[in-house]
């Protein structure tokens, strides 16, 4: 029932039967004060169970108990085609199906590529969005892709810790699913293996499940609706009302394309032009395309014939900077392109390609889509002509402007290009390898340049702390050049560095340093036991040793790389500095915080020497020193420097920078440490909230601040 119905039942009801009853009272000649009573008690009585009945949230708006977040709409939900075919009794199946059961449900779309599966799951979804059912777009082509949708469903869900793998992710989620009380629906597009899917599928619950899939080995997970090319009515409808007239000959070029969706909208827009074709012109140079069907045979079943013919006629059609574009499409992800990646530059052949149905976007307009069909139409053509190693390399070149461009201190406002640039260099990098090896002579110009874009996402994410996720690039990179360039190339060691780097911030410390060591030995015998990378592995041997827990071992071995770098490098040189930061909070953390403050001041006074007074670095450093005197049991000091430097940084860099915020928890310590407790666990209280917005609920520094001020509270209450 509508709410405003029920508010009217539940206004209107109560004042009826207290008009009613007041008459009643009056008729058998009872007193003022009696007939009020009795007229209070017939409102109030009915009144309030009304009341809260009329306020309770419709099935479907409500949110799901005990989940942390109730995320609405997560990834892009595809909008409508022009002219689309409602297939209203393939819509009628799914909507009978979910309607049936108060359980959980699973559906599976199942057909041929090209068949309008993901169209009819994205007319389901916006149908759940606009009833007020939250909808999880999933994309589940390959292991990458679906582990990484479903943890960014995890993530929004307030779900996912910074120690989970993919498996327990995985359980939490459906775990999630399975306690809801309220319907939501999750959409798995392309799904291409079971046995992936099967952990994540709740088996009660109000969830609902939607796959799409041309695998029919889904049977024994999910119900089937079978998703066949558009009957002959439904072809010569779509194409009069994609192209506006009937010119008598829709229904011999719906049966020369088989009726397939995908080829009818290519073979629609070429019509509707410019220049505008007759279906007699567009079948004449359809069949005098020299192409042959490119796509591979599905289990049991070809593609139709004429497909193939339509893609390539259509790109052939479209102008170079758009035909360019679309070959860039065809080798990144299959999830989408982001605008924001493509730049307003591209927004003229993004409108060209869209005309012509060779993308398509997401609701918001905000990401674009290529076919698998017409992805690997291009690509194979690519193949044929000798340009898809240069379709990779401005593919890359378009990753690595965005990437390369972000400096330390925007590394965490730019997160989520970061994320999507890893994804696109995973699937351009998955195109080199596929390449054979007799013809990867070509492909090596480019091959160094994906491994160049995935080295510095890598080095981005172990800059923000997050190991995990940067382990399996920097692996990725290591064995990339491993093959490229050899074991010992200098490339080849600066990304095992890095992914020694990756361990460190996953929680390996040890593993790290015995990589830092293998990394030492290899640049000294390659580059030279003075050569500024080699002292700098150096020295990350001794850190990752205080990471560790072992600090006490790393003082004289940081000590004695700090003595060689001073021999061999100028006094300015970034890695001497490095190292000296090093040196410095080794000795605090090893028990000789005095020491560490004597290194602290000396460095922050070359700092002051060699940079500008606003030198970001400069005030980390002095935050450190805070941390010292904290440290050495010198809290007023520590007080003082970090109210200062926190000042300082939220002047130059933001309030929300995660060197600001770190400082900030920081001064909470400090003042804890000097007894001003109010004041320790506002700021405690503010940093946990700003961690939280800017890093994220599950990330280490937001637990970390999180863990100090529970700790605080406990504190304050045990006195």
């Known amino acids: 029932m509508p709410r405003w119905l029920k508010v009217v039942i539940a206004a209107t009801l109560p004042s009826t039967a207290g008009v009613l009853a007041w008459w009643i009272c009056v008729a058998n000649g009872l ?18 169970p009304l009341a809260i009945w009329a306020g309770q949230a419709e099935p479907g708006t409500g949110s799901p108990s005990g989940s942390k977040r109730e995320p609405r709409t997560v990834g892009d939900v595809p909008r409508e085609p022009k002219a689309f075919q409602s297939r209203s009794e393939l819509s009628e199946r799914i909507d009978r199906l979910f309607s049936a059961r108060r359980t959980a449900a699973v559906c599976a779309l199942v057909g041929g590529r090209g068949v309008g599966k993901t169209h009819l799951a994205a007319a389901y979804a916006r149908r759940c969005i ?114 506006g007239a009937d010119d008598g000959g ?40 020299p192409i042959e069907v490119l796509l591979a045979r599905p289990r049991g079943e070809p593609y139709p014939t004429g497909v193939a013919q339509a893609i390539m006629l259509s790109v ?17 992800s299959t999830s989408g392109v982001g605008f924001e990646l493509l730049g307003p530059q591209a927004e003229p052949a993004l409108a060209e390609l869209g005309a012509r149905s060779l993308v398509t976007f997401s609701r918001s307009d905000t990401t674009a889509f290529v076919h698998r069909l017409v992805r690997r139409a291009v690509r194979d053509q690519a193949g ?39 994804e696109h260099a995973a699937a351009l990098w998955e195109a080199v390898e596929q390449v054979p090896e007799g013809e990867f002579a070509h492909m090596r110009a480019a091959a160094e340049l ?57 929680g390996q410390a040890m593993k790290a ?69 090093f040196q410095a909070y080794t000795n605090v953390e090893g028990g000789r915080p005095e020491r560490g403050i004597e290194l ?53 860099l933001g309030a929300d920078h995660p060197d600001t915020l770190i400082t900030r928890h920081g001064l909470a310590t400090a003042y804890e440490a000097v007894g001003r407790t109010t004041e320790a666990l506002a700021e405690y209280e503010w940093v946990v909230n700003r961690f939280e917005t800017v890093m994220g609920p599950e990330q280490t520094l937001t637990k970390t601040a999180r863990d100090d001020l529970e700790r605080a509270r406990r504190s304050l209450r045990l006195r």
């Open 513 to 581: 340093a015995a990589l830092y060591q293998r990394v030492a030995a290899d640049r000294s015998r390659v580059l030279g036991d003075d050569h500024p990378d080699t002292l700098w592995s150096r020295a990350s041997v001794a850190f990752s040793y205080t990471m560790g827990g072992r600090a006490p071992e790393a003082v004289p071995m940081i000590e004695q790389v700090v003595a060689d770098q001073e021999r061999a490098l100028e006094p300015g040189h970034p890695t001497l500095l490095a190292a000296r930061y």
């Open 384 to 422: 044929r002509d000798r340009t898809l190693a240069e379709l990779i390399e401005t593919a890359g070149q378009r990753l690595c402007v965005a990437v390369e461009d972000v400096s330390d201190q925007d590394t965490w406002r730019k997160f989520p290009t970061i994320m999507a640039v890893a």
């Open 600 to 652: 602290y001041l000396r460095l922050i006074a070359d700092h002051e020497r060699l940079f500008d007074h606003d030198y970001p670095d400069t005030w980390v450093v002095k935050g450190q020193l805070a941390r010292a005197y904290k440290a050495a049991d010198r809290a007023d000091e520590a007080v003082q420097l970090y109210e200062h430097v926190a000042g300082q940084q939220t002047r130059l």
């Open 31 to 48: 007193g003022l004060d009696s007939t009020s009573i009795v007229v209070g008690l017939v409102v109030l009585l009915p009144g309030t």
């Open 316 to 332: 052939g059609q479209t102008g170079p900077e758009a035909a360019r574009l679309l070959g860039e499409l065809s080798v990144l």
């Open 250 to 289: 829709f229904r011999s070029l719906a049966e020369e394309l088989d009726r397939l969706p995908l080829a009818l909208g290519i073979a629609a827009a070429a019509l509707v032009g410019p220049p505008r074709l007759s279906c007699e012109s567009y079948l004449v140079r359809l069949h005098a395309t």
């Open 450 to 506: 994906v491994l160049r874009v995935r080295h510095v996402v890598a080095s981005h994410l172990v800059y923000l702390n997050d190991g995990l996720r940067a382990v399996p690039v920097a692996e990725a990179v290591v064995k990339g050049r491993e093959r490229l360039l050899g074991a010992e190339h200098p490339d080849t060691l600066a990304a095992l560095h890095t992914l020694a780097h990756a361990f460190e911030y996953a």
């Open 130 to 243: 606009e009833r007020g059912i939250p909808v999880a777009w999933l994309h589940a082509e390959t292991v990458d892709q679906l582990h990484g949708s479903v943890d960014q469903l995890a993530t929004e869900a307030g779900l996912r810790s910074d120690a989970d793998d993919p498996a327990t992710v995985a359980r939490k989620v459906r775990a999630w699913l399975q306690e809801r009380r309220e319907p939501y629906l999750v959409v798995f597009d392309n799904a291409t293996d079971p046995d992936l899917l099967a952990p994540l599928l709740p088996s009660y619950g109000r969830a609902r499940v939607l796959i799409t899939t041309n695998d029919h080995s889904f049977e024994r997970l999910a119900t089937m609706v079978a998703v066949e090319q558009f009957t002959e009515a439904e072809a010569v409808k779509y194409l009069r009302t994609r192209v």
